[in-house]
């Protein structure tokens, strides 16, 4: 049961929120520029990253806010919340 | 005696608006309701008109109004609203109220709100949206720290009493 | 005498012979105060087995208890005593004095750890045959036969400091926290405060320690910020110091157990040390029993577990526990000890109270068979052997420190020599241990670590300004102990238990080792050692510091086992919770559920957690009746739906336009103010998502309505768009579900009920077209009415506020009453649906399928720039092939309604091949046609129109005629009537 | 020596000093004609069969910690085959088919069990669907039944009806076997070792080399090793080791968590599967109950239990059998398992000539015999058999995926 420090609400239960990805990972601006191959890599291929990675939660259980969390996969370590995933 | 002491009574239906919008709205809704909404998540203003303002997080707040007030409110913040970015909505039945009262109310409430709600932490006056029994509830604690309201979606409801009624042992 | 209350007397069965015991006893010290000391028997060789210890780990004496309060697999050295206690041993058939399978024992050399890898193949690999008998005799107790029906329940508890053990160490801890302000929670496994000493003579400020331990619960009582929990065990800790406990007959009555989950900023781990027992042979004999344990029985339970004993020991602790012992009556014969040199002072203590301490000596043999009667002993520097007539054996390996919990959170012990056993190793969580956790296994620093652990987390948490506190306890020497982890014997069928719970002896270990299994985690595994019903909490570190000297290592390098959640076991009860019941799961209701459980609804969840009808049945009707009857009403007359789970989501602000572009498959540029537009939504990978009709309320304003069960996922989809890809966009999107209820009038008589029910606008053909949204007052309530259908037929959905949904469903019902109005299920929406061909995401989609696939290609606007799915949609136009595509199929018998799932294979094709070219997503009796119909998805379906195919069935074979997927109005002349 | 009553017996009245190791503790050499990657069931499979099918016998398997101390020892041995597509239905099929006589081939009793499974069905939804997967699978040969009450009381003495939602039946599986996990690692070890097949535990695998040609080696933690084939079935790590080829794995790794209660006396033959709430548990030989449900809701590679999924797990078990409430939860814990995208093993040649992939997080445990082998075969071959076609890396290329949900969660 992580503890996630949402920058509005303040510590909460990981059962709070929904997992939303990785937050390093925009879709593509124009998906026609790519070939079939490196969309399908898009689609199919997350970071899965072993380590320190920057991800989407959604707080849907309290204000509603997907935040971005920094959370080592290896120990489920998390950081202070560097910034708000949304316009703020 | 069995059970916690606690008693479980839906209180008298009021008018409720969600509202969004950024600083300029949140401005011309402090103009309009004669008081500021509040501008941090979980806290609660008292405004001017026997309202209430929850501020969800820092552009979305729930406004709580007498019964039948939320037309003509929600109609006079459009207006005033006019053009800006913004989303208000009468939201009065998307919520049912339920309130908590008595010495344990604590004890029921802890089984099911993963938040710290001990009396220090969370004084008459403190207000949450967090999880409560495996769904969302806007938790209040009103003016004796021994009142609470919950707010839950409304086909939620009857779940909510009939949790919280367990959850009291009885 | 002891901290019995003996003037509360107790009756109490075991093994179906009545005993009396007292308030404060555990059904082991009774047992031993009545004189049991055989309890059982082991689990593989079905010895005689006593009561080892006094505590969490207590290896052999496992009980069952019987009756009402039939439960397996009880610890009998935890259990406190209540009246009308009935329990019976475990594994001993007919009784525990006489076993008959007592054979394994006798066959043990042919039994060894891992025998059955190395057999039971033949013939044929039969494990199957062999298991049948081997599974009887494994397992320790029966299963409970009924529920208690009690009370679990779960709480949520923050504070800043959570303190495990209210030993000396636990309680300076929660002292200094306590008495700096911070909010503590103090949890003991045990029935009251004290840990170790409550069993012991020790002194603490000159004053027996039980006073000490007095004085400091009588403080932190007075202290509201102190919460004080006993007979609880934290028995899992968690990330970021989420900790459970598990609390045991709380004190309130009516509760039964308690899992407390527990969020602490700080957590000190004093759980103490736990004495582990020498491995020599038969050390397992009834009447061996840790040498600590021994104490406590007496001091704690006023019990003498026997009356006369030997002690051995590798450590000078021990000596104090010796000395105890004949102290309080008990014929201390001799200690034997396994070192050369033992604390000089020791032994002049020892021998003043006339025990004789043999030095450099060893148990060789222990007599008798269910109960110890002598001993024997070889000297070393004689090499004589000495007996000694005795029934009870004390031994002390050793002392482990109860690193369990530190392990839990992501620690890693660490081995120190100078106690021969692990310690905790670096904190990997906001944690300390403190005490003999920590190896600190001197009282007078017990408590000081203690109380500079409390002062020190409090500090952390802001809370500071703890006074200075001194502790003053006679001096003891240190532990000085010589780890023997085997120890010799000349004879060869001699077995040493290392681990008593599952019957592994150090041979087992030896034999793992030798066979290749040598890591810690193989030899557990190889041999089961440390994986019983005490979690090896006693054997462990004798089984690594055997692996360390068989392969010649440092028992550090050999490391430990990683130990797991549950510290001690926990009922299924308490896991669960109130969880239990009706509740597990919300329940949602819309406004008419109510009506419908009155009125003969079937009710099902339907997805989202509603409790919705799948058909109305009339008195005695069947499903299959209702449902016929119900969607020959809509075909005929008048049907009336309750939409109300159907997802709602508002969408305001200057982009809707935009947002909707690009979430849906087609273009949102033109639908004016006041219509509603069918549209399909994708995943980005090109699977279906959902369809659904979104209305344009006003300039800004669309209402997007999605399929009850992904009224969430399209929610979270949308909302992750929003936030994470698009938070440029002005779109404000509010989760409007539960505002409304919705209500469906559909049938051909439709539009007269709707009158008759009274509405205050023109819904004329003309007036009010097919796919008008429009803002009325239907039965004298505000209303959005719509013209949209899932049904095919011409069509009214009525939106009002929640609170007027049940008014209106009965108006409704009333002015429909004439025109034969028939309230309609979700089973009968689904035929209905597939009667016209409407494709559900979820069937027809299959998890796979591509919006081409199910023939909704016509939705995709492909000049109007990306849109979610696109992409991926082209691609598999790219790749080519044959897809799977959405067909009809008219089965020829008429009789046969092709269940879901049939597969169709090639016609003439008989299903040896395994070869199948679809399968069909639905199939129903149409009662409008009077034959049946389905729908499917077929490979290259779209080519093979009015081809035959054949249906699959297991029993049989059917052909089908493949047709366009609509069945009835192909033109919708009717939904736009 | 091989392995008998006999021998047992024979060993019993010689204290059992004869055994001995059951695979050869091996250094590495320097060069090898294969190279095996990761020490699971999976792996050691692969090179046993390389050197009893193909005669290649100079094959190291490199393991990084202890044998079989991956998912091999952490999963709840279910062997089962109802899969929804095509290619799944059939490729497990043949894999459960193919455990029949692994212990003789082995000559080391993996105890295969046959149990059965019931699935307990508490909506008519359920039980549609149940119908869908039913008549789709005995295409393949697959026996599932629906059961009414009476045939699911049978089986189930101690069920009690649903606290939430009535149960309406049942699904009944005859063919699932349970084998014991652990020994199937080192049955394979022992196997492969007495073929000349070196296990060197320890060693982790940190690079892989490569030239113009195709894989030259691999460095390791116990130096560097030449070989011209690897093949890699590392489980839950499958996306960082084949990133040392530079080969780029649609994966997602995630917790999947187990747990296990006191032993008791037998109660339960078959492996029960509580639909509605996606959770399973059984019997093992020794007693306990084994008990899983969903993987966790994050991705993460700490292999540590949470409190949500054994609170859950038992929460669903007492909704149908509130008769266990004094049972006792006596142990958690986690493996990582990779999950490819569309949830369907990949057993395939990569753009790396010499390097080959058994992703078996997607395949389980229940496949270990029959992906082995395939693996082992496309190793030595350079082809794929038409079982694993499907199963190539390439339909990541071209979409053209095995979407099959019905394995989420592996069990
Ligand atoms: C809780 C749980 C329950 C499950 N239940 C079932 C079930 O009931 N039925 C079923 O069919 N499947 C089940 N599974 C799935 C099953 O466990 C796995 O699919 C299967 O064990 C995979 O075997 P493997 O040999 O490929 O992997 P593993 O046993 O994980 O072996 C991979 C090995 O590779 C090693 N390794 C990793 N990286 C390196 C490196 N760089 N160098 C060297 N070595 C390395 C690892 O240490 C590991 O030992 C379950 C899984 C879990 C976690
Ligand atoms: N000089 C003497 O005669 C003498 C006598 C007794 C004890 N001592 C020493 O006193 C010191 C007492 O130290 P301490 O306080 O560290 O240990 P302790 O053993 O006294 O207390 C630990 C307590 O923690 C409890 N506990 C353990 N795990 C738990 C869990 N998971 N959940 C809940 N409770 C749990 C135990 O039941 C026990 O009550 C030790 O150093 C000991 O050796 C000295
Ligand atoms: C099928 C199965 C049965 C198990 N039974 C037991 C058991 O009876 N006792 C026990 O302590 N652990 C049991 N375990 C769990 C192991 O002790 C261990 O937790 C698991 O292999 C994972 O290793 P780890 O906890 O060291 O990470 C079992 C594991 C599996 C997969
Ligand atoms: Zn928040």
Redesign the interface.
């Known amino acids: 049961m992580i503890y996630i420090n949402c920058p509005?609400?303040?510590e909460?239960?990981e059962?709070?929120f929904v997992y939303g990805g990785n937050a390093d990972r925009p879709r593509p601006a124009d998906p026609d520029e790519l070939s079939d191959a490196a969309w399908c890599d898009y689609i199919y291929t997350v970071p899965n990253i072993k380590g320190w990675a920057r991800e989407f939660w959604w707080h849907?259980?309290?204000?509603?806010?997907w935040i971005t969390l920094l959370r080592d996969s290896r120990t489920d370590e998390v950081q202070a919340v560097t910034q708000e995933a949304d316009?703020? | 005696m069995?059970?916690y002491e606690v008693s479980i009574e839906i209180p008298p239906?009021r008018g409720l608006l969600?509202l969004?919008g950024n600083a300029a709205i949140r401005l011309i809704c402090n103009e309009q309701l004669g008081g500021d909404l509040p501008l941090?998540?979980?806290r609660l203003a008292c405004l001017p008109g026997n309202k209430l303002a929850y501020c969800?997080?820092?552009?979305?707040w729930l406004l709580q109004v007498e019964e039948g007030d939320e037309g003509p409110v929600l109609r006079s913040l459009e207006q005033a609203a006019g053009q800006t970015?913004?989303?208000f909505?009468?939201?009065?039945?998307?919520?049912a109220q339920i309130r908590l009262s008595g010495p344990d109310v604590r004890?029921v409430l802890?089984?099911g709100?993963?938040?710290?709600i001990?009396p220090?932490?969370f004084p008459a006056g403190s207000t949450?949206?967090?999880?409560f029994?495996?769904?969302?509830a806007q938790l209040t604690c009103l003016e004796t720290a021994s009142v609470f309201e919950i707010a839950v979606?409304?086909?939620?409801q009857?779940?909510a009493i009939?949790?919280l009624t367990?959850?009291q042992?009885r | 005498m002891g901290r019995v209350d003996r003037s509360r007397p107790i009756t109490f069965r075991f093994n179906g012979q009545t005993y009396s015991g007292f308030v404060g006893d555990t059904l082991a010290s009774a047992l031993l105060a009545n004189g049991v000391m055989l309890v059982g028997r082991s689990i593989k060789y079905h010895r005689p087995r006593g009561i080892m210890s006094a505590g969490v780990e207590e290896t052999n004496a496992i009980v069952q208890l019987l009756g009402d309060e039939d439960e397996p697999n009880v610890v009998a050295t935890t259990l406190p005593l209540y009246q009308g206690l009935e329990a019976s041993s475990v594994n001993g058939r007919p009784d525990s004095r006489f076993d008959a399978r007592a054979i394994n024992d006798v066959l043990h050399r042919f039994i060894p750890a891992g025998f059955y890898y190395k057999t039971f193949m033949w013939p044929d690999n039969r494990w199957d045959w062999y298991s049948r008998f081997i599974r009887r005799i494994a397992g320790w107790g029966t299963a409970p036969q009924k529920a208690s029906g009690g009370?679990y329940?779960?709480?949520?508890?923050?504070c800043d400091v959570l303190v495990v053990g209210a030993g000396p160490a636990g309680l300076a801890a929660t002292l200094a926290a306590g008495r700096a302000g911070a909010?503590v929670l103090l949890v003991d496994n045990q029935t009251e405060a004290g840990g170790s000493v409550l069993g012991s003579s020790a002194m603490i400020n000159s004053a027996p320690a039980m006073r000490w331990v007095e004085s400091a619960t009588t403080e932190l009582a007075a202290m509201p910020e102190v919460v004080r929990l006993t007979e609880a065990t934290a028995v899992g800790y968690y990330k970021q110091n989420f900790v459970t406990v598990l609390e045991q007959r709380p004190d309130r009555h009516?509760?039964r157990e308690r899992l407390w989950?527990v969020?602490a900023r700080r957590v000190v781990l004093a759980t103490g040390a736990i004495e582990r027992p020498l491995t020599f042979p038969d050390n397992d004999k009834p009447g061996v029993m840790l040498a600590s344990a021994v104490t406590t029985y007496c001091f704690r339970y006023g019990v003498k577990p026997g009356r006369t004993a030997v002690v051995f020991t590798n450590n000078n602790r021990s000596y104090r526990h010796a000395i105890e012992i004949a102290e309080h009556g008990i014929h201390v014969a001799a200690i034997v000890d396994l070192r050369k040199s033992p604390d000089t002072g020791l032994c002049e203590e020892a021998l003043a109270r006339g025990i004789e301490v043999l030095r450099s000596s060893h148990v060789v043999s222990v007599k008798g068979s269910h109960r110890v009667t002598g001993v024997g002993v070889a000297i070393a520097t004689d090499k004589s052997i000495r007996e000694f007539h005795c029934d009870l054996l004390a031994v002390s390996g050793g002392w482990d420190p109860a690193v369990h919990l530190h392990s839990q959170s992501g620690g890693k012990p660490v081995y120190d020599e100078s106690i021969a056993s692990f310690i905790p190793g670096k904190s990997v969580q906001q944690e300390r241990p403190a005490g003999a956790c920590r190896g600190e296994l001197r009282l007078a620093k017990a408590l000081a670590d203690g109380y500079a652990a409390g002062a020190e987390a409090a500090a952390l948490c802001g809370h500071v300004g703890v006074p200075v506190e001194s502790f003053d306890c006679p001096a003891e020497p240190c532990l000085g102990i010589l780890p023997v982890w085997d120890v010799p014997t000349a004879r060869k069928a001699a077995r040493a238990f290392v681990d008593f719970n599952n019957d592994v002896t150090s041979k087992d270990i030896r034999l793992a080792v030798r066979e290749g299994y040598r890591s810690v985690e193989l030899v557990k595994r190889y041999t089961t050692a440390g994986m019983g019903l005490d979690q090896g909490k006693s054997s462990n570190v004798n089984v690594i510091g055997l692996i360390a000297e068989i392969s010649a290592t440092p028992p550090g390098t050999v490391g430990t086992t990683t130990y797991r959640p549950a510290y001690s076991p926990v009922s299924f009860g308490a896991m669960a919770?109130?969880d239990n019941?009706?509740?597990i799961?919300?329940?949602?209701?819309?406004p008419i559920t109510d009506w419908f459980i009155a009125n003969g609804g079937h009710l099902d969840e339907t997805g989202a957690l509603?409790r919705r009808p799948l058909y109305i049945a009339k008195p005695k009707e069947t499903a299959s009746d209702a449902i016929e009857r119900e969607a020959l009403a809509v075909r005929n007359a008048a049907g009336i739906y309750d939409s109300?789970p159907l997802g709602k989501i508002?969408i305001?602000?200057?982009d809707a336009v935009k947002f909707l572009n690009r979430v849906y498959t087609n273009a949102w540029d033109k639908l004016p103010v006041g219509r509603c537009k069918f549209g399909y939504m994708l995943h980005d990978d090109g699977r279906l998502l959902d369809d659904g009709v979104t209305f344009r309320l006003s300039e800004e304003h669309y209402v997007m309505s999605t399929g009850s069960g992904v009224a969430d996922i399209v929610l979270r989809h949308l909302e992750r768009l929003l936030h994470c890809e698009w938070p440029d966009l002005?779109v404000?999107l509010?989760p409007?579900?539960?505002?409304?209820a919705v209500i469906c009038v559909c049938g051909p008589q439709a539009r007269l009920v709707m009158q008759q029910a009274g509405i205050d606008i023109d819904i004329s053909r003309e007036a009010f077209r097919f796919f008008d949204t429009g803002f009325c007052k239907v039965a004298g309530l505000d209303a959005r009415l719509s013209r949209v259908t899932y049904t095919g037929e011409l069509s009214f959905e009525i939106e009002v506020?929640?609170?007027n949904g049940l008014k209106l469903w009965k108006a409704l019902m009333e002015a429909g009453a004439d025109y034969g109005i028939t309230p309609v299920g979700s089973d009968t929406s689904m035929l209905l649906r597939t009667e016209k061909g409407f494709i559900a995401a979820g069937l027809e989609g299959d998890g796979h399928a591509n919006i081409h696939d199910v023939g909704m290609g016509w939705v995709v606007a492909s000049d109007k720039g990306d849109f979610i799915g696109k992409r991926s949609t082209e691609r598999d136009i790219n790749a080519g092939g044959t897809r799977p595509q959405v067909v009809g199929l008219l089965p020829q018998d008429p009789t046969f309604v092709p269940p879901k799932g049939t597969p169709i294979i090639e016609p003439g094709e008989t299903c040896e091949s395994r070869e199948s070219i679809g399968m069909v997503t639905i199939g129903f009796h149409s009662p409008a046609l009077g034959y049946p119909i389905a729908l499917a998805q077929l490979s290259d379906g779209r080519s093979r129109l009015g081809d035959t195919v054949t249906l699959y069935t297991g029993e049989r074979t059917v052909s089908a005629r493949v047709c366009e997927p609509v069945f009835l109005d192909p033109d919708g002349e009717r939904m736009r009537s | 020596m091989k392995y008998s009553a006999l021998s047992l017996a024979l060993q019993g009245l010689r204290n059992h000093k004869d055994w001995r190791p059951a695979w050869r503790q091996a250094k590495p050499k320097k060069s090898y004609d294969a190279i095996i990657i990761g020490g699971g069931a999976h792996g050691l499979g692969a090179a046993f069969y390389l050197a009893q099918r193909h005669g290649i016998k100079r094959v190291a398997v490199l393991e990084k910690g202890w044998l079989g101390g991956g998912n091999t020892a952490r999963n709840t041995m279910t062997i089962r085959d109802n899969f929804l597509y095509l290619a799944n239905a059939r490729f497990h099929r043949a894999a459960v088919q193919a455990w029949d006589t692994l212990s003789t081939q082995l000559n080391f009793n993996i105890m295969l069990s046959k149990r059965g499974m019931t699935t307990v069905l508490m909506s008519d939804r359920d039980l549609s669907d149940a119908r869908r997967m039913i008549n789709t699978t005995a295409l393949f040969g697959a026996d599932h039944r629906i059961i009414g009450m009476d045939k699911l009381r049978e089986l189930l003495p101690l069920l009690a009806d649903s606290r939430r939602l009535p149960v309406v039946g049942g699904i009944h599986h005859p063919d699932v076997f349970l084998a014991r996990h652990d020994a199937v690692a080192w049955g394979y070890a022992r196997a492969a070792s007495r073929l000349g097949v070196d296990i060197i535990e320890n060693c982790e695998v940190t690079g892989i080399l490569t030239d113009a040609r195709g894989v030259t080696g691999v460095d390791t933690t116990q130096g560097r090793i030449e070989t011209r084939k690897i093949g890699m079935a590392v489980s839950g790590h499958s996306k960082h080791v084949a990133e040392m080829a530079g080969i780029t794995l649609p994966v997602e790794t995630v917790p999947l968590q187990a747990l296990v209660s006191t032993p008791v006396k037998p109660v339960l033959d078959n492996v029960v599967v509580i639909r509605g709430f996606n959770t399973y548990f059984m019997q093992t030989d020794k007693g306990e109950l084994v008990m899983g449900s969903a993987a966790d809701p994050y991705p993460s590679f700490s292999q540590r239990g949470t409190p949500r999924i054994p609170e859950a797990t038992i929460a669903a078990i007492l909704q149908v059998f509130p008769v266990f409430e004094r049972m006792k939860f006596m142990r958690q814990w986690a493996g990582v398992l990779d999950i490819t995208y569309d949830n369907s093993p990949i057993i395939s040649r990569t753009a790396v000539d010499g390097f080959y992939i058994d992703v078996a997080g997607s395949g389980g445990f229940k496949t270990t015999p029959l992906a082995a082998k395939m693996h082992a075969d496309l190793i030595a071959t350079d082809r794929p058999d038409a079982l694993i076609e499907p199963y190539s890396l390439e339909r990541f290329a071209s979409g053209r995926l095995i979407l099959e949900r019905a394995s989420y969660g592996n069990r």
């Open positions: 509005h609400c303040g909460r239960n059962s709070e849907v259980h309290g204000c509603n806010r316009r703020g | 069995q059970g239906r969600d969004r941090a998540a979980n969800i997080s820092p552009d979305h970015f913004h989303a909505t009468d939201v009065s039945d998307l919520y004890e802890v089984q709100v993963s938040i710290d001990h220090r932490v949450a949206r967090c999880e029994a495996k769904t969302t979606y409304s086909s939620y009857r779940y009939d949790w367990q959850a042992g | 009370r329940e779960h709480r949520y508890h923050h909010r009516w509760l989950k969020r919770g109130t019941g009706q509740l799961f919300p329940w949602r209701r819309t509603f109300t508002s305001k602000g200057p002005e404000y509010t409007v579900s539960d505002q409304f506020p929640s609170r």
